[in-house]
């Protein structure tokens, strides 16, 4: 299994820019939970959105709802994440992650992730 995050940049505050992951080896189906994390520098990596693998339930970190949205392509076996209002601290590094046994309640736990993409630099100028 391979995910691969592409999209990232740099934006300035207020904008929007969208990511996105897109598997291979299994298709999205196949996972329970799929979902992006985030790591900005000196920071641990923190729970952004994640979208559940059979149904498309949705779920966020309270500090991008409203902003960001998760996501999915079943044909493309894509995820994807848009961010509008963009603000300078959601500068980080964005990471794609997928797992087959995690269950609801441990969506927001990097630890529950099987599977990890290579991250995309999202930078947000003041």
């Known amino acids: 299994v391979q995910l691969q995050a592409s999209g990232g940049g740099l934006v300035q505050a207020g904008g929007s820019l969208s990511i996105s992951c897109e598997f291979s080896g299994r298709t999205l189906r196949d996972f329970r939970f799929m979902g992006w994390f985030r790591q900005a520098p000196g920071k641990e990596r923190e729970f952004v959105a994640a979208?559940?693998?059979?149904?498309?339930?949705?779920y966020g970190a309270d500090s991008v709802k409203g902003r960001f949205t998760i996501s999915r392509d079943n044909a493309k076996n894509t995820v994807y994440l848009q961010m509008n209002s963009l603000k300078p601290e959601d500068t980080a590094v964005y990471y794609c992650v997928a797992g087959t046994r995690l269950i609801l309640s441990s969506v927001r736990f990097a630890s529950a992730y099987e599977y990890w993409g290579q991250g995309t630099q999202v930078t947000v100028s003041s």
């Open positions: 979208i559940s693998g059979s149904g498309g339930r949705t």
